[in-house]
């Protein structure tokens, strides 16, 4: 057992990486993922020892790309995160996962090891430029001796530590005593990093113009407070964050794609919250010369919006209006819906939309759904009836940038900061690909409680439903877009010893479903990927 020692030398890595982790820890960073590396030792150090005085959690991830994304899934389910890695090609993994945080407004912290600055443009091992490696978006604090860390609470903070050798501190940290009492009483920074909501000067919005409330991703229930105030038709992406109660509509985007819709045609007013990615009747409404648009600005980097807008301020309030206009688009809403459901239950085999459906109707209250991207959150946008208000039902996705990258370790993140309840995910077979390394944890690991619905249609679908997929390029379509695979997903969770269930029917989905084996578990479910571009067209053409 190494002796423990109160203070590390002055001047010593040792001293300033402890520097970093006692002031992350005083902000509110309770959870810690570590890449392996020996450049970053004594911050890997200096976090273990913080764990083990019980003040933080510790994670472990070989894969730099998926530990950015674990970060990012605890962080967005407001426990935040700090990541880090060792010098290199190691800190360019990080990538993806802190351009969704700024994308996003995520507080990740990104804490990279780096040889010392008198090192740099020599030839010295695994060197390179670390400072603003993450781009403009990303402002880099460049740390070569102890002093104030300035962090961010609206988007990611990258840390770049110079520590020279010795790499070794002289003994174990033992933490301030002062530090240990302040956490155990929970002061100083929060544990939890909320979207607070403050006090803000909102804007009352007369009634009269023919308005609906757009709810894109993380707009929060003020959306949806919003409608209701006012009696406006709720149109509230999956993971808005307002997809409950009786405003939000559940095929909003099938009435807006009908080109001879009378009522989306006769919108004159645009209330948009947060940040719409889903689909394109939304971005053309949003973007008619003759609509007005009211915007809340969302959070994250280039919050300023891509269509024209006439009012922008941190809120809005409205008096109740006509009910008439709500009425209308419920009516429509009902109708559409009924069809929709009519011709996905007419299909003889399993189809995506039914898998989406079974998955929402499986999310309880309390429940966490990670969604991924590309149709899987498009069929749940489709699919998934608004539920209750005030049933705490959460629904995460990475629309920062709809990138398919790290969905599983995004997954495991947010259901390891949401213990009291069961998490579900639902992704493409693709996406889980692309993650499949997030399943790579070691047998020390805080395990999280997560299904994993991966729907497998061997290959990448949305790309039918796009131009790509007009059969004029069917030649090429399947090299290029469909991408088939014909990878073996039972034999690729075996290699981790992740359950796995492969189910082909409704009735087994729902039966796996109802019967969760309450740890890390993936469900396949097996989808044909050829039907997708005529099921959509079908589905695009209903009326109400
Ligand atoms: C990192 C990243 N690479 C590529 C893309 C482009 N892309 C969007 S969806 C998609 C295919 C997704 O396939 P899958 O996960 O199987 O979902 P499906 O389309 O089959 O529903 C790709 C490659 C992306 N959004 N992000
Ligand atoms: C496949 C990629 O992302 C595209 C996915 C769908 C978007 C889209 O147009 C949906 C159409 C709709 O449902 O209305 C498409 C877009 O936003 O234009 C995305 O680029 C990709 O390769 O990025
Ligand atoms: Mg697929």
Redesign the pocket.
Known sequence: MTPASPASPAGSSAELARDVVRQLVEAGVRQFVVAPGSRNAPLSFAVFDAAEAGLVDLHTRVDERSAGFLALGLTRNHARAAVLCTSGTAVANLHPAVLEAAHAGLPLVVLTADRPARLRGTGANQTTDQVGVFGRLVDTVDLAAPGPLPLSDDGPSHLNVQLDEPLLPDGRWVLPERLVRSIERNEGGSARIGAADRSIERLPLAPGPRTVVVAGDDAGPAARRLAEAARWPLLAEPSSGSRTGDHALRCYRLLLGDPDNELAAAVERVVVLGRPTLSRPVTRLLGRADVEVCSVPPRGVWAERPFAVTTSAPGFTAEADDPAWLDAWREADRAVARRLDALVAAEPGLTPYEVAGAVARAVGPGMQLVV?????VRDLDLMHRPTPVGERRKIVANRGL????GTVSTAIGAALARPDHPTIAL?????FLHDSNGLVLGPREPRPDLTLVV?N?D????FHTLEQGHPAHSDRFEALFGTPHGVDLASLCAATRTPHLRVESLAALEQALANPNGALEVVEAVVPRALRRGHDLAIRSLRP
Do not use: E, F, K, W
């Not at 991924?372 to 899987?376: C, Y």
């Open positions: 991924g991207a590309s149709n899987p709809a990138g398919i990258d992704l493409g077979d693709v996406t729907v249609d290959g990448g679908s949305i």
